[in-house]
């Protein structure tokens, strides 16, 4: 890179991200990201939505399905059998140790009895699923391999610091608010006037997010789950409209110049697990080795700490080729 051009990219992330501080992704401390000044809102969440020249190898999880029953799948989640049987929704007292492994997941027996309703809780979503897609717009595909991944779907607060079915936590949440006016709109209700992003708005948006029920058929309010796959949604696009600015903050270009839409979702993944610092880092490292357009493999390249290395697995975990799409005409 040119001194010149390195001078001037060094200033806009200087100026953009010069006040660190421990709010930013899911897990982990972040970096302060300012408002939208440099980069218009509308150019963020149309990086976020930009579907042209989508890779077929990449179409496994970003195809929007037309129909629910296209998301259907049936795989053995150990965990959420383990609440049912816990919650005494599923009767496992006949199996070795009440069906329970001693890390609170069911063993063999009590997920033979468990599949049944596992099976149903999982399918519960799909059409709550897509119909984001139509007001949101987060992949359907990964959106429901974020919930398997994050929760099993038992929209709980079971671990403890984690919430809802993505197991968003106090930080994550907070950061979510600070970035998106709307979602804290929509979090503080009739409060909007007297309601900032804080710990106690996180809180307030956890009692949405958080829908098990002891006296609900199945365990859970499936009312209230389906709300909570619309603010699940609204917090995971925050953190694609957060990732698109960290990567005009990483390279001076915007995002759709930089990554392609599978990649910014992936990245997006990455934040929402290993946080923007991550992110920012190996954007930035894998855009001096490029100049240019970078793809996964030139991010995964460089993307070598424990920490950022766990958010490139577990992107991956999430875009995980599990169906089999588009359908076969």
Known sequence: MP????????????????????????????????SLSNYSSAKVV?????????????????????????????????WLAGRLISAQIVDASNCPAGGLAANGYANACGMWLAQPNVIKIQNSLNQAIIDQYTSIGVPPVLLKQLIRTESQFW???????????????????????????????????????????????????????????????????????????????????????QTAQLIFNATGWRSDLVVDYPTLWKLTMMNYNSGSTCV????????????????????????????????????NEVTANNYNFPPKK
């Open 280 to 315: 920012f880092n190996t954007v930035r490292d894998a855009f001096k080795r490029t100049q240019g357009p970078i793809d996964w493999l030139n991010l995964s390249a460089v993307a070598t700490s424990g920490q950022c290395s766990r958010g490139i697995y577990y992107a």
């Open 3 to 34: 001194d010149k051009k390195r001078f001037i990219n060094g200033l806009i992330v200087f100026i953009s991200i010069s006040a660190p501080f421990l709010l930013g992704a899911i897990r982990t401390s972040e970096i302060n990201l300012p």
């Open 155 to 241: 929209p709980s607060a079971d671990v403890p610091g984690h919430y809802g079915l993505g197991n968003v936590t106090t930080l994550g949440a907070v950061n979510a608010l600070k970035w998106n006016p709307d979602l804290l709109a929509i979090v503080c209700g009739s409060s909007e006037n007297d309601c900032i992003a804080n710990n106690v708005t996180a809180e307030m948006m956890f009692e949405k997010m958080v829908s098990t029920c002891p006296t609900c058929v199945g365990g859970i309010n499936t009312e209230k789950t389906n709300q909570s796959v619309l603010l699940l949604s609204r917090v995971v696009m925050t953190y694609c409209q």
């Open 46 to 78: 149309s990086s976020c939505l930009n579907r042209d020249n989508i890779p077929d190898a990449e179409m496994g999880w970003t195809y929007v399905p037309t129909t629910a029953n296209q998301l259907y799948s049936a795989d053995n989640l150990q």
